[in-house]
């Protein structure tokens, strides 16, 4: 069992900077895919990044070059770095976990908002 817990959400003008942070309690997370995924109103909810354990990334193309993705599995701890943020970025910012041994086991934290304003 994994437990995740967002927090760094907030409010911020377009082109500010935001740092979210996830932490897991329970088993380790070496052996799970972190990634954030976030969901704007009306919308589905889709991939921001996600990265391996040995730090391996991916992104959406909207966040590329903008977004940093990082993990520090001996914290047990996930982070996304926004910069140059966009009203288009506004969403609830979810950390999630998959477990690379069996797929189907999937963790959720319960959302951080991020609110940019124009």
């Known amino acids: 069992q994994v437990q995740l817990v967002e927090s760094g959400g907030s409010l911020v003008q377009t082109g500010g900077s935001l740092k979210l942070s996830c932490v897991a309690s329970g088993n380790s997370i070496s052996i799970y895919v972190m990634g954030w995924y976030r969901q704007a109103p009306g919308k589905q909810r889709e991939l921001v990044a996600d990265?391996?354990?040995?730090?391996?990334?991916n992104y959406a193309d909207s966040v590329k070059g903008r977004f940093t993705i990082s993990r520090d599995n001996a914290k047990k701890s996930v982070y996304l770095q926004m910069n140059s943020l966009k009203p288009e970025d506004t969403a609830v910012y979810y950390c999630?976990?998959?477990?690379?041994?069996?797929?189907?086991?999937?963790?959720w934290g319960q959302g951080t908002q991020v609110t940019v304003s124009s």
């Open positions: 990265i391996t354990s040995s730090g391996s990334t």
């Open positions: 999630n976990a998959i477990n690379v041994l069996v797929p189907t086991i999937k963790y």
